[in-house]
C-alpha cells in the first residue's frame, strides 16, 4: 500500500463541526494548497490506475521536538524564556490538537489494517476536541508558573484557518484507532520535554537568528 500524510490544512475553516472526510477542501494558504494537490492526486492513482492508496489527514500535531516555530513549542519556549507570548489576531482560532505518539499509532494502524476495506479511503486523524489558542497560552503559562501578562497580541496571520476540530468516527471504523492522549496529558509531557532540553532549543533560535541577520 502507499499512504499519503495529507493535513487537516486542506479542509481550511469548519463549514461544520466535526470536520469529517465528505467535508469541502478549502486549503486558505499556499501550504494547504500543495497538501490538497498532493492528496488528490494520490486519491486520482487510485481511481485510474486501483493502487493501494491510503490518504490520512492528521489534524494539529505537537509534542517534544517540535520546531520551536510552531505554536506550542513557541508558547513553552518563549514562557521559559520569560518572553511574551504572541497571540496572533484574537486569540480565539482552535484547533484539534493531537499528540505526536496518537498520530505515529494512526499510522501504524493505517499500515495494519487489512488494505481491501481501507484502499482508496481518506481518514482523518484527530481527537475530536478543539482548544483555541488563547487557550493553550493560558496552559502554557499556567503549568510554567508564569504570569498571565505574559500573553501579548500581535496581528494576525495571512491565511489563517479560523476553527479545525476532526470527526473521529471513520478511523475508529476502519483502523480501529482512537486517541489516546489528552491535551492535558500531551502539553505536561511537552513543557517537561522543553524545560530538560533548553539547549537543542535554543541552538535552533540562535541558528536562525544568524541565518536571519547574516
Not at 468516527?169 to 480501529?176: H, L, N, P, T, Y
Not at 486517541?179 to 500531551?186: K, L, N, P, V
Request: aromatic residues 10%.
Amino acid at each position: 500500500r502507499f499512504i499519503l500524510i495529507s493535513s487537516s490544512e486542506v479542509y481550511g475553516t469548519a463549514e461544520r463541526a466535526p470536520m469529517d472526510e465528505e467535508h469541502p477542501l478549502n486549503p486558505r494558504s499556499p501550504y494547504a494548497a500543495t497538501k490538497a494537490g498532493a492528496d488528490r492526486l494520490a486519491y486520482s492513482y487510485w481511481t485510474t490506475y486501483d493502487l493501494p492508496i491510503v490518504i490520512v489527514r492528521p489534524f494539529n500535531n505537537y509534542g517534544p521536538r517540535q520546531h520551536p516555530e510552531k505554536v506550542v513549542p513557541r508558547f513553552i519556549t518563549q514562557a521559559l524564556a520569560g518572553e511574551p507570548l504572541t497571540i496572533h489576531g484574537d486569540g480565539h482560532a482552535s484547533r484539534d490538537w493531537l499528540y505526536v505518539t496518537d498520530d505515529a499509532e494512526a499510522i501504524e494502524a493505517a499500515i495494519a489494517a487489512p488494505i481491501e476495506p481501507l484502499a482508496g479511503e481518506v481518514i482523518n486523524v484527530a481527537t475530536g476536541v478543539d482548544i483555541s489558542v488563547s487557550e493553550i497560552a493560558r496552559l502554557v503559562l499556567e503549568a510554567l508558573g508564569k504570569p498571565q501578562s505574559l500573553c501579548t497580541y500581535v496581528p494576525e496571520r495571512l491565511g489563517q484557518v479560523d476553527r479545525h476540530i476532526g470527526s473521529t468516527d471513520k478511523a475508529e471504523r476502519f483502523v480501529g484507532w482512537t486517541a489516546r492522549t489528552s491535551f492535558e496529558q500531551g502539553l505536561e509531557r511537552t513543557v517537561a520535554w522543553y524545560r530538560d532540553n533548553e539547549a537543542w532549543w535554543r541552538a535552533i533560535l540562535a541558528r536562525e537568528a544568524r541565518a536571519y541577520s547574516s
